[in-house]
């Protein structure tokens, strides 16, 4: 029988694609005493500066991020985490215990426990024209590559948000070429890196590929076509800004961009809602009364929420289409007004386990039915699962639920037959299940 154990900081592979978003610096926190409704509404940071709280640097603010990211049917899958480039700049490339780097270590190990469904990516957005961001990049790589100890302290991801494209299309195919030129060095420097797999994402706009009303192509890499669809090519993963709240409008921009050449090339197309205070009621669905938007009418259509947005994609002809949300508590779980509550669940949960410490083992030598493992600390209930696999594709099956730090398996193997067993801690907070026991990432699909 093979025994496989669980390391709960190890991320599972990324599940199925859901929601993307962005979570820059600062986000607004409605647990400040006086920032209240008013104050959101108002959105200035430099005025009420004490509401504008970093989002990931603290317990709380992780712990909020992660309960976020984790909302029942509507959880977030790419995760873009700003304010991480002059962090991993300081310690690059000889210092792995640099304050910076460790704050970026600890960020990452905890949101890989508590949120391991999830791809957290590293954010960039110099914006200028000459794609300072490829140049970012390299530090990813290197902290990856060198300074975590393995996939529970590594990005899966960069995500490049530049826009500079806005000024440069329509101008030269020179300029047009070499904006081009500067993106795929964003892929290629991603490519570099060793230990494991560094995706790429990039945000386009939804009338980049149009000079005034007429859509233009690009010769470039051989390839003519229009500009948005060579940016779909470059990346594993990009998104749209449709920059409209009418689910019809989004869909027909989605459309513009290059939705079909994207399910076409089977790359991941997320739909951007804004939720920023920038033109309320039209771009974004900032929430802020006005006659032009269904905010204050009680009889309001759910279809101008933004989630109800995500859910009409199928109808509105974009089925494969991805929610995008640009951005975390500005205002999407600010809990700052009735249309944005908080998915913060009130309390900073612990990650019980970093490693699961020790293997599972027969409890009684001569006894194959019966399975032990170490109590682990602060854990009051386990899981133990077998499967006909090392991976855990096939015939997956819980032995037990317990709160006890063994179990017997009544069934017992057929001659040539072997039993896998993984065990994980299932409350007060589950982990989550490890590598297999070839050492190749599980897909867990039976789990």
């Not at 204050?296 to 199928?314: A, E, H």
């Amino acid at each position: 029988m093979v025994m496989a154990l669980l390391a709960c900081g190890t991320p599972a592979a990324m599940a199925d694609p859901g929601y993307a978003m962005y979570v820059w610096s600062d986000g607004f926190d409605a647990t400040v005493p006086g920032c209240d409704e008013a104050r959101l509404l108002a959105w200035d940071p430099n005025a009420d500066a004490a509401c504008y709280v970093h989002n990931w640097l603290t317990p709380m603010s992780r712990q909020w991020l992660w309960d976020t990211v984790k909302r029942p049917g509507r959880q977030v899958e790419r995760v873009f985490i700003s304010d991480v480039r002059h962090r991993l700049e300081a310690g690059y490339p000889g210092d792995c215990s640099h304050p910076d780097v460790e704050l970026v270590r600890n960020m990452l190990r905890d949101g890989h426990c508590k949120a391991p469904h999830a791809g957290l990516y590293a954010l960039f957005s110099t914006g200028n024209p000459d794609v300072s961001e490829q140049f970012h990049v390299p530090f990813v790589v290197w902290y990856n590559d060198t300074c975590a100890s393995g996939p529970n302290e590594r990005f899966d991801g960069v995500a490049v948000n530049n826009e500079a494209w806005n000024d440069i299309k329509c101008t030269t195919p020179t300029a047009e070429q070499a904006y081009l030129d500067d993106l795929q060095a964003v892929a290629d420097a991603a490519e570099l890196q060793i230990n494991g797999t560094l995706a790429t994402h990039y945000s386009i706009g939804w009338k980049w590929s149009f000079c005034g009303a007429t859509e233009a192509s690009v010769d470039w890499d051989g390839t003519i076509q229009p500009a948005t669809h060579h940016m779909i090519d470059i990346f594993d993963s990009v998104d749209v800004q449709v920059a409209w709240v009418a689910p019809e409008t989004a869909a027909d921009r989605a459309l513009t961009a290059g939705y079909a050449h994207a399910v076409g090339q089977g790359k991941p197309f997320h739909v951007l809602s804004f939720t920023n205070t920038r033109d309320p009621c039209t771009t974004t669905h900032f929430p802020e009364p006005c006659a032009a938007s269904p905010w204050t009418d009680p009889l309001r259509s759910d279809s101008f929420l933004m989630t109800g947005m995500f859910d009409d994609f199928p109808a509105n002809g974009i089925p494969q289409a991805l929610g995008g949300i640009h951005a975390y508590r500005r205002v999407y779980s600010s809990g700052g007004h009735t249309d944005w509550p908080s998915y913060y669940s009130g309390s900073v949960k612990g990650c019980i386990f970093e490693a699961f410490a020790g293997p599972l083992d027969f409890a009684q030598p001569d006894d194959d039915s019966v399975i032990d493992w170490p109590e682990q600390a602060n854990a009051t209930v386990y899981e133990l699962a077998r499967a006909d696999d090392p991976r855990f594709d096939t015939g997956c099956r819980t032995v037990a639920i317990t709160s006890s730090t063994s179990a017997i398996d009544t069934e017992i193997p057929a001659p040539g037959e072997t039993f896998h067993y993984l065990v994980r801690v299932a409350a007060p907070d589950p982990g989550n299940w490890g590598p297999a026991s070839t050492g190749e990432p599980r897909t867990g699909q039976c789990l």
